[in-house]
């Protein structure tokens, strides 16, 4: 394990616990299934035992997951059952970004519109108690909405968790910095306001809220740490990582948490090989998900680190790239034709560039620019589910707020009113919006 300060960092965060069991009126912990929340919150259960403290969990529940993590939630909620206070099993019809695909960039999780198509059930038996539903949660959860955002969810909940209990709230987080940018931004930014100058603390900003904090036990440790924790102190854990490893993942690529977003999406063919059964049904519940376990690390799906096949040019991939769209999209291939003609049309009336002169590459600096055509520009622009063609220098229009609305209605949330950030196409959109739901 990590040491500094003649402190390993398991004591480490036992002693975050305890501060935090101490400082704060009240405390819940946010866990997802995978080894760190999972870790954390059975430290977590440890100090409270040691100090007569409980605390609260939130689990928001994505349907489409691991069996395997299922299990071991239900394996959590009995390990620390003697300890909690509540457990927010959250089957909540939120809406969660979808990577993989160009006709649904997000799906609603636990939608009844699309019952038959879930991938499980709600969870029955003895944790059926622990389940809030889209029938029966709070009354007081007058801000939920059905298909509302991830991340507004937590804020709302955070909101709503402190007016609850009052005081100072402490809620848990299980990331460490070293995961990724993302994460050690999240942590070290010297804009974030700290809970008594603690720096493993960040004060949550939202409306008027002022009065919860997160807290982030482990950040500093390594994966190396965790697993060493796991067989210290005999911790359960996601049997899933043991089948990843077993199928030749490191322990450093291992990843959980909903598998159809930017970075998850990379481990699709994982879910594929680890739990088939499991993936048949998402197969059914995702659009695209196929599509991404065989492309999610190609080009096809806007990997920059990766580069078209290379036995095509890029205007070769570019129509590959639109005919592959019009097998099961037909209209989207079509308005990004258009805007692709459109965009051959002015290069050859403004600056006397002929279609046939459009050349595969130019210098990619003066492309990211947008100062000159190319073939691999308009390939990009294809690949990165760009439907406004932005990066071919259009805006956005009134016809294209319809278009993609007339999408809508046949394939089911292809984009929604935040898709644009411009005020008068949110209001044209919102009004069609009304006449598709």
């Known amino acids: 394990m990590k040491i500094y300060k003649e402190q390993n960092v398991l004591d480490a965060a036992f002693e975050r616990l305890e501060y935090a069991f101490t400082e704060f009126d009240n405390l819940y912990f946010s866990v997802s299934g995978g080894k760190d929340s999972s870790i954390m919150v059975q430290l977590a259960a440890k100090v409270a035992r040691k100090m007569n403290k409980k605390f609260s969990v939130l689990y928001i529940d994505l349907e489409a997951q691991y069996r395997a993590t299922i299990d071991h939630v239900k394996v959590l909620i009995d390990e620390c059952e003697d300890v909690i206070e509540d457990w927010y099993w959250c089957a909540l019809p939120l809406s969660l970004r979808n990577a993989v695909s160009v006709i649904q960039p997000k799906w609603i999780c636990w939608d009844k519109k699309d019952k038959s198509k879930w991938v499980r059930q709600m969870p029955t038996g003895k944790y059926k108690k622990y389940v809030v539903n889209e029938d029966n949660y709070p009354e007081e959860w007058t801000w939920f909405e059905r298909g509302m955002e991830f991340e507004e969810f937590i804020l709302y909940f955070a909101q709503w968790f402190n007016e609850k209990h009052?005081?100072?709230?402490?809620?848990?987080?299980?990331?460490?910095?070293?995961?990724?940018?993302?994460?050690?931004?999240?942590?070290?930014?010297?804009?974030?306001?700290?809970?008594?100058?603690?720096?493993?603390?960040?004060?949550?900003?939202?409306?008027?809220?002022?009065?919860?904090?997160?807290?982030?036990?482990?950040?500093?440790?390594?994966?190396?740490?965790?697993?060493?924790?796991?067989?210290?102190?005999?911790?359960?854990?996601?049997?899933?990582?043991?089948?990843?490893?077993?199928?030749?993942?490191?322990?450093?690529?291992?990843?959980?948490?909903?598998?159809?977003?930017?970075?998850?999406?990379?481990?699709?063919?994982?879910?594929?090989?680890?739990?088939?059964?499991?993936?048949?049904?998402?197969?059914?519940?995702?659009?695209?998900?196929?599509?991404?376990?065989?492309?999610?690390?190609?080009?096809?799906?806007?990997?920059?680190?990766?580069?078209?096949?290379?036995?095509?040019?890029?205007?070769?991939?570019?129509?590959?790239?639109?005919?592959?769209?019009?097998?099961?999209?037909?209209?989207?291939?079509?308005?990004?034709h258009k805007k692709i003609r459109t965009f051959l049309d002015w290069y050859e009336k403004e600056e006397g560039v002929r279609v046939e002169d459009i050349k595969d590459e130019e210098d990619s600096k003066l492309e990211t620019a947008k100062k000159v055509a190319s073939w691999r520009r308009i390939a990009r622009a294809i690949e990165r589910n760009d439907f406004w063609m932005k990066r071919l220098s259009f805006g956005q229009t009134k016809g294209d707020v319809e278009r993609m609305f007339e999408l809508k209605k046949k394939y089911s949330d292809l984009l929604d009113a935040d898709a644009t950030n411009d005020k008068h196409l949110k209001q044209i959109a919102n009004e069609l919006n009304k006449g598709v739901d």
């Open 166 to 336: 009052g005081g100072i709230t402490g809620a848990g987080i299980g990331i460490r910095s070293d995961e990724s940018l993302n994460r050690f931004s999240t942590i070290i930014s010297d804009k974030k306001v700290r809970y008594k100058d603690k720096p493993w603390t960040t004060q949550v900003k939202f409306k008027h809220l002022q009065n919860v904090y997160n807290f982030y036990p482990i950040y500093d440790w390594r994966t190396e740490d965790d697993w060493g924790a796991v067989a210290k102190l005999d911790l359960k854990f996601n049997e899933i990582y043991e089948l990843m490893y077993k199928n030749g993942v490191s322990i450093h690529e291992q990843r959980l948490c909903q598998p159809y977003g930017d970075d998850q999406r990379n481990g699709l063919d994982q879910f594929k090989a680890l739990e088939y059964e499991t993936w048949e049904k998402v197969l059914n519940r995702v659009h695209g998900v196929n599509f991404g376990n065989i492309y999610a690390r190609t080009s096809l799906l806007g990997n920059i680190k990766s580069e078209k096949p290379s036995n095509m040019t890029w205007e070769q991939y570019a129509v590959w790239l639109l005919e592959t769209i019009g097998l099961y999209a037909p209209e989207l291939r079509d308005h990004y």
